[in-house]
């Protein structure tokens, strides 16, 4: 343990507790989880398969169902996730349509 750390109060426990930890625990509770269509935990670069043919708007272009999606990346919103395919520039899928490979 180090003992030069600042501690700071957390009123949520009214516990003192070193700077560090709180920050560590709070950055925990602000973690986004986003699950797939059948409640897989997704992480960046998770690869994904399309579970339902998907209308693309803008890009005039149809997924189909079973479709491979690569290394996804995690937005911060629960529900949706960036993705690339090739052709569709700025594809963002909803979870709710994807299955994790």
Do not use: H
Request: glycine share 8%; charged share 30%; with cysteine.
């Amino acid at each position: 343990m180090n003992t030069d750390e600042d501690y700071v109060y957390d009123e949520a426990s009214g516990e003192w507790m070193a700077a560090s930890e709180l920050a560590a625990q709070r950055a925990a509770e602000d973690a986004v989880e986003v699950r797939d269509a059948v409640g897989n935990l997704l992480a960046d670069g998770d690869a994904v398969t399309l579970i339902k043919d998907l209308e693309v708007k803008g890009a005039g272009q149809t997924l189909k169902q079973g479709t491979l999606i690569k290394s996804i990346r995690l937005t911060g919103d629960a529900q949706e996730i960036d993705c690339k395919y090739p052709g569709i520039k700025g594809l963002v899928l909803r979870a709710e349509f994807v299955r994790k490979r």
